[in-house]
């Protein structure tokens, strides 16, 4: 029935707000109607034909690539800090920070895709509201830490003249405070299963770090098949919740270091017997607000086993983490 109603009435339902109620009856009419909007078209998209995807992604593909700031380091001066702008100071090679870059591009590809309620994609959305701010990590600007965020780590996010950060946090904070299809989900057992999937993802990344540095095929696998157990939970979709989430931001970075470095370290293939994992690479893949932060696995691997063999293996978890990418 949704596929059916996304077939015939998407186009009524794209020429004005007010008939946005007829395709999603069960909106939440409490939230601002930007949000609204949103969030019926993202549906309207989930459940709708194949016909109908093909279509709203071709529009995806004709979104120009963003031109990246250069990075500024110990030499740069610092932006207008604190005048209305909203920044987020990151890093092209920080997993934690491409995290929270993932999702400034997925919202605003929306955004440009949905918000004049037309087939037209303008150049528009988040990519224009949160300005990025590459820092380099080895050369930082004193600026950043006396100025900006004490803690001298990125992510960190500039908004209403105030600075938060930690990756996670700031998932949540971009998808509840900025327009765009919310990435977190609504359904109870799922709002569960998130939470126990962000918690976990630390502990994700300490036990292949670990197992990278030993000898055990066994401890590498392990994490790995938690992952492919937990993509087997929802059979509504090929990722984590079923459909795409903050919780699939979470893993990506570290899903794209990991699998070419232990191909690299261990002659080992993540992917070997886990489908779902194979599936859930393959559809990450084409998401194109995920694609525009990957880097070259070859640079990644090269920055990785620079670090690695460097950190003892008895070293605290944050330790290896903090070594690794220094974010």
């Given at each position: 029935m949704a596929a059916l109603i996304v077939s015939h009435k998407l186009s009524s339902c794209l020429t004005s707000p007010q008939d946005l109620s007829k395709c999603c009856p069960s909106i939440n009419s409490t939230r601002p109607p930007s949000f609204q909007a949103f969030s019926c078209l993202h549906r309207l998209y989930r459940f709708s034909s194949k016909k109908t995807r093909a279509r709203i992604t071709a529009m995806a593909s004709g979104i120009v690539q963003e031109i990246l700031p250069p990075v500024l380091d110990s030499t740069s001066d610092p932006p207008s800090l604190f005048d209305g702008t909203t920044r987020l100071y990151t890093s092209y090679i920080c997993p934690y920070a491409q995290r929270v870059w993932i999702i400034r591009n997925y919202k605003s590809f929306l955004a440009e895709c949905f918000f004049t309620y037309s087939y037209f994609c303008e150049e528009q959305g988040l990519q224009d509201k949160i300005k990025l701010?590459?820092?380099?990590?080895?050369?930082?600007?004193?600026?950043?830490?006396?100025?900006?965020?004490?803690?001298?780590?990125?992510?960190s996010l500039?908004?209403?003249?105030?600075?938060?950060?930690?990756?996670?946090?700031?998932?949540k904070y971009i998808d509840?405070?900025?327009?765009?299809?919310?990435?977190?989900?609504?359904?109870?057992?799922?709002i569960e299963f998130a939470e126990e999937l962000l918690t976990y993802t630390d502990t994700f990344s300490?036990?292949?770090?670990?197992?990278?540095?030993?000898?055990?095929?066994?401890?590498?696998?392990a994490p790995f098949d938690y992952l492919e157990t937990a993509l087997s939970k929802f059979d509504d979709g090929h990722f984590f919740l079923g459909q795409f989430s903050l919780v699939d931001i979470a893993y990506a970075p570290f899903i794209e270091r990991f699998q070419p470095?232990?191909?690299?370290?261990?002659?080992y293939d993540i992917t070997t017997g886990r489908p779902k994992l194979v599936s859930w690479i393959e559809e990450i893949n084409k998401i194109e607000a995920y694609k525009q932060t990957k880097r070259d696995p070859h640079e990644l691997i090269s920055i990785l086993k620079k670090h690695l063999?460097?950190?003892?293996?008895?070293?605290?978890?944050?330790?290896?983490?903090?070594?690794?990418y220094s974010c």
């Open positions: 701010v590459p820092i380099d990590l080895q050369n930082r600007p004193a600026w950043y830490k006396e100025k900006v965020y004490p803690t001298n780590k990125v992510p500039e908004h209403n003249n105030e600075i938060k950060g930690e990756s996670l946090d700031l998932l509840s405070h900025f327009e765009g299809p919310m990435l977190f989900p609504e359904d109870p057992a799922k300490g036990a292949v770090i670990t197992s990278l540095k030993g000898d055990s095929e066994k401890e590498l696998s470095l232990a191909l690299d370290l261990k002659k063999f460097v950190i003892p293996l008895h070293c605290t978890f944050e330790i290896n983490l903090n070594s690794l």
